[in-house]
């Protein structure tokens, strides 16, 4: 409300008309900030004054604005989501930053991630993993009773744990290699760990693995950097499960 | 005109089997040569075009983000119901259909909801089968939880994420199906009109959003399943992309919009920061399993810290009010009595629109880390956005625009009135009646596209020839022209104000005049204000860029124009319904002690509405609903 003390920042933000356009970075004012807007409202701030002045407003992917959809991705002073611990950059607040700051705004940066506009990138490799044997050969309909397999709590969370991922692609974008082995290895390792995704682990494993190849993504060399900026805490413990049931896929 | 429902007739245990014997079918061998057109794959769409193109049609599935993964279903925090009973707690099919035509208070068809109270179970099945991590307790059963308007506990749950692994079992199904060639998914397009073809639907026009090409898609039946149109009031629970318009186009060719003055106002979300906020974000009804909802009793009170008010002064209103229901009063009634605190002047925060949400007693008795198991991420949540710690102050909360029970008119088949039009999931209007309870909206998605269109679009494609239109049919080029020019036309305007700015004096309107309560007059206000303000809006809005790139702001303003239409006959549908039920509440129709009074002998009917010009009165239809198995009652939760 109007008792809050504003912010005014210089914003230095990646501008990109299409795939084939080299892109540059552009300098803005954001004027009149609170520590209460979220990281986007301050760039609709920004936007809304582009628009009056009848310039092209910044582009960029949003939609729940509740950290959860995975649709919001930008790389804020050289972070995926910004750095705060857990937290997707629709989740950002301005709280985080001070009057007279500058930040550098960027789109996911990868070669399997070609950027569509500004701060919009292309993420249907991701999608194709998944497509590849992300899930259960289920039928609709004619499956048993929820409770005809008993799912150990402990089991039921460590597939929790690794089901939490958003499909945001930060991983990538954070990743040296642009490998999407965190994001595949969380679905791989849900699915394995479940009695209803056994059955089918080994083709599924070996199928993700090459959908993440042809779609160029890189491989791990355990940097890490995936796991600090996942949003939802990811462990990396995922990795070497994928690692794991692909070598047992590989025994067999 | 009269509307007919098509329900089945006989014992109401029987209407669905019955139903789907009698159903025609499609031989396994002509499927393919069927196009079955979905448009949106959340809960409802993903579901239905996995379980179509599992069934051998071949479908075309639309969306505009840029993968069906991120549907707003994902949002869904607290939970799915079931008539399981797995607890052993008394539940069963009759009693989840009881719960929910008495939570509807008395505004949904019968036949409708007991389909859905019977396929429940299946669905908890289905999920299961995909993977689905719902939580369990240490002997690996399903663990369940309770949720407002019920006395059982049949809510399944996987953390404070269900529509997340709920969807993302959709989505995987439907990927399986896109690998198999059955479903071709077209990401990151927006239907802009229907395609009618001599009275039936036959396809859609779509603009690409990163091309910016507008094209058409011809196909023997169209499915939509584009979720609700709460954020007619702007600021609402709703992702920002969430709109009117697939409904609003379909409806501009014929479909009849039934019960829009029907919205929830969730009351458990977190109050409005400030003018430039964008959306609201709902804490899940589930924590008032262990949070009590409360104001100071004296306004002297009002500055002071939640932590320096004594017990005895407070007022926990909802146990106060409703003792047997308590904190687990259904959303209408609980969010009306915040409002109520409020407007007593006993609100707390900023502009004294909040109440507080305490889980002091719970973590007392269960202990901080139990809270924490069941709440954690929700917790996390209030605190990234407020910056306060609710295991050591109380949340503070206000109601929000949250769910649309209106809808597109459907009929039992889940067909529209123009044949070939099947709506589903939150866009249709069918099963919650004037309020929704909690955890049966994801319910209902699934219900829809696993178990209900599978089999009731058989039933209109067994009786017609495929391949009847073809791409290149008068209709589709006029479609497209039209849409072209209307897209033009918002460009060329150049004014002054930009969409934002004009969405945002739209909800103010709705919310101040037709939100939590409304009256005669502050509908009619808004009857003469909207039009006026769209009227502003098409010589004074600001687009910029062109139609032929990525644009947001042409995105924006074509949503904002079908919110325009939208929202007055919204206002009309209110202000013709001369009585309070559910989420209408008309403040003239309240009973002594202010709980909503219902008009069954003038009002029990479905109200649908025929569009007949963007400047002309629409035409009303009326549904009569008929109640057989559960009495037409006062609905109490005291
Ligand atoms: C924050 C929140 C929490 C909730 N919690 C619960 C809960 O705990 N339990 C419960 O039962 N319910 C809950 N609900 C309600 C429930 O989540 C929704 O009602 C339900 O998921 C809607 O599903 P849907 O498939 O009908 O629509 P959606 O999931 O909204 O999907 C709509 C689809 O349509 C597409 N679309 C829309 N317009 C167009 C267009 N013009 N062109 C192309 N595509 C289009 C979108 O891309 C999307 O794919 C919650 C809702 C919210 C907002
Ligand atoms: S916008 Fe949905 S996660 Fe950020």
Known sequence: MSDHKTMTLTLIVWRQKGPNDPGKFETYTAKGITEHHSFLEMLDVVNEDLIKEGKDPIAFDHDCREGICGMCSQVVNGVPHGGQERTTVCQLHMRTFKDGDTIYIEPWRARAFPVTRDLIVDRSGLDNIIQAGGYTSCHTGGVADGNALLIPKEIADYAMDAAECIGCGACVASCPNSSAMLFTGAKVAQLAALPQGKAEAAVRVCAMTDALKESGFGNCSNHYECEAACPKGISVKFIARLNREYQKALLK | ?638
Request: with cysteine.
């Open chain 2, 1 to 638: 005109m009269i509307l007919d429902g098509k329900c089945p007739t006989g014992p109401i245990e029987q209407t669905w089997d019955k139903h789907r014997f009698d159903l025609k079918l499609v031989n396994p061998a002509n499927k393919r040569k069927y196009k079955v057109i979905v448009v949106g794959t959340g809960l409802a769409g993903g579901a239905a075009a996995a379980s179509l193109g599992e069934l051998g049609y071949n479908v075309e599935a639309f969306c505009y983000q840029d993968s069906p993964r991120r549907a707003h279903s994902i949002a869904a925090q607290g939970g799915i119901n079931a008539a399981k009973n797995y607890p052993n707690d008394g539940d069963s099919v009759y009693r989840l259909f009881y719960d929910t035509i008495k939570g509807g208070d008395f505004r949904a068809r019968e036949a409708d909801v007991w389909r859905l109270a019977q396929v429940s179970n299946n669905i908890i099945d289905q999920c299961v089968a995909q993977g689905v991590p719902f939580a369990r307790d240490y002997a690996g059963y399903l663990d369940n939880r309770s949720f407002g308007g019920a006395q059982v506990s049949r809510t399944f749950f996987a953390r404070g994420q269900t529509g997340q692994q709920l969807l993302l079992g959709a989505y995987s199904a439907l990927a399986r199906q896109i690998k198999a060639g059955t479903v071709k998914m077209f990401p990151r397009t927006e239907m802009l009109d229907l395609i009618v073809v001599d009275g039936e639907a036959k396809g859609i026009t779509v603009r690409d959003l990163v091309t910016g090409e507008l094209r058409t898609h011809v196909a023997d039946a169209v499915v939509l399943a584009t979720g609700g149109y709460v954020n007619v009031f702007y600021l609402s629970t709703n992702a920002m992309g969430c709109s009117v318009t697939a409904s609003w186009k379909a409806h501009r060719k014929g479909a009849f919009f039934a019960n829009p003055c029907y919205t929830q106002i969730h009351p458990t979300c977190i109050p409005q920061a400030g003018e430039y906020q964008s959306k609201l974000t709902l804490m899940s009804e589930s924590l008032r399993n262990d949070g009590r909802c409360w104001v100071p009793k004296k306004k002297e009170d009002l500055g002071k810290k939640p932590s320096e008010i004594a017990e005895e002064d407070r007022d926990y209103y909802l146990e106060r009010k409703y003792p047997s229901f308590g904190n687990l009063a259904p959303r209408d009634i609980a969010s009306r009595a915040a409002k109520e605190q409020c407007d007593d002047g006993r609100g707390v925060g900023p502009g004294g629109r909040g109440v507080y949400l305490d889980f002091s007693s719970s973590i007392k008795r269960l202990s901080e880390d139990t809270i924490r198991e069941r709440y954690g991420n929700l917790f996390e949540m209030y605190e990234r956005i407020t910056a306060d710690n609710a295991y050591k102050t109380p949340m503070r909360i206000y109601p929000a625009p949250h769910y649309s029970m209106g809808g597109l008119w459907v009929d039992y088949n889940c067909m529209s009135n123009i044949p070939g039009l099947f709506v589903l999931g939150e866009a249709n209007f069918s099963v919650h009646g004037a309020n929704r309870l909690g955890a049966s909206a994801l319910m209902q998605g699934l219900a829809d596209g696993y178990f209900v269109i599978p089999y009731t679009i058989g039933g209109y494609l067994a009786q017609t020839k495929p391949g009847k239109v073809a791409a290149d049919h008068p209709e589709c080029k006029k479609s497209i022209e039209e849409v072209q020019a209307y897209n033009n036309k918002l460009l060329s305007i150049n004014g002054k104000r930009t969409v934002t700015d004009f969405m945002r004096e739209l909800g103010s309107l709705m919310w101040e005049n037709c939100g939590m309560a409304r009256t005669k007059e502050s509908l009619e206000e808004n009857i003469k204000k909207i039009p006026a303000l769209r009227e502003e809006f098409w010589q004074n809005v600001k687009v910029t860029g062109s139609g032929a790139e990525l644009n947001q702001q042409l995105e924006n303003a074509g949503r904002t124009a079908d919110f325009f239409e939208f929202a007055e006959l919204l206002c009309r549908d209110a202000h013709h319904r001369n009585e309070s039920c559910g989420g209408h509440f008309r403040a003239e129709y309240q009973s002594e002690d202010g709980e909503a009074q219902r008009d069954d002998a003038n009002y029990c009917y479905v109200g649908a509405w025929e569009f007949k010009g963007v400047d002309k009165e629409p035409e009303l239809h009326k549904e009569p609903l008929k109640f057989e198995n559960v009495h037409l009652a006062v609905r109490s939760y005291k």
